[in-house]
């Protein structure tokens, strides 16, 4: 069966730093393109970052681009988010997901997201 | 950037049918997904290229995707149905959703 878990959010001051992970499990992690998406709180999904299945290209929002670091470790199945400069409209549930094997592209597994609180 | 239109909330009584739709521009050009997110929950994919239900969704889940609009039918409607609704497409590599529609069964 396939798991994605998020770990690593948490309360953190504007301006400061957060690293989120998601560990897979369940299928070949190598073999998927994954994202992150967030939630801000009682508002709609908004995608954030997305790697390929070698890491090796990365894409991100334009809301958080020069901010916001996406890696993955196919060796260990994680994926992670460093989050830089961090501010109070970052606050959100972040999910990682898996895009199917395509075409056609969609998010066929979520995590179940882990909460980001930017306050002082 | 490309953008989607969901209209925020659909109501329909218990058994029947709900439509959901998505605008943006040429969207029927390419495949558009559906998610449904209940209250506390991960969002959960209910169709994708534009008609297909991944396995184990119900079959009153269905899709269609043309000109400018896609559509979220749900037929039979139950009220475990009641939750919101995301559409999604591409924008080159990044994903765009719509704001999203919430269903109310009343």
């Known amino acids: 069966e396939v798991y994605l878990v998020e770990s690593g959010g948490g309360l953190v001051q504007p301006g400061g730093s957060l690293r989120l992970s998601c560990a897979a499990s369940g299928f070949t992690f190598s073999d998927h393109w994954v994202h992150w998406v967030r939630q801000a709180p009682g508002q709609g999904l908004v995608w954030v970052s997305r790697a390929n299945s070698d890491g090796t290209s990365i894409a991100y929002a334009d809301s958080v681009k020069g901010r916001f670091s996406m890696q993955r470790d196919n060796a260990k199945s994680t994926l992670y988010l460093q989050m830089n400069t961090l501010r109070a409209e970052d606050t959100a549930v972040y999910y990682c997901a898996r895009e199917s094997l395509g075409p056609p592209r969609a998010f066929d597994f979520w995590g179940l997201g882990t909460l980001v609180i930017v306050s002082s | 950037s490309y953008e989607l239109t969901q209209p925020p909330s659909v109501s329909v009584s218990p058994g029947q049918t709900a439509s959901i739709t998505c605008s943006g521009n040429k969207l029927g050009n390419q495949y558009t997904s559906w998610y449904q997110q209940k209250p506390g929950q991960s969002p959960v994919l209910v169709i994708y290229q534009d008609n297909k239900r991944p396995s184990g969704v119900p079959e009153r889940f269905s899709g269609s995707n043309s000109g400018n609009t896609a559509t979220l039918t749900i037929s039979g409607t139950q009220n475990m149905d009641e939750a919101d609704y995301y559409c999604?497409?591409?924008?080159?590599?990044?994903?765009?959703f719509g704001g999203g529609t919430k269903l109310t069964v009343l």
């Open positions: 999604q497409a591409w924008d080159s590599s990044a994903a765009v």
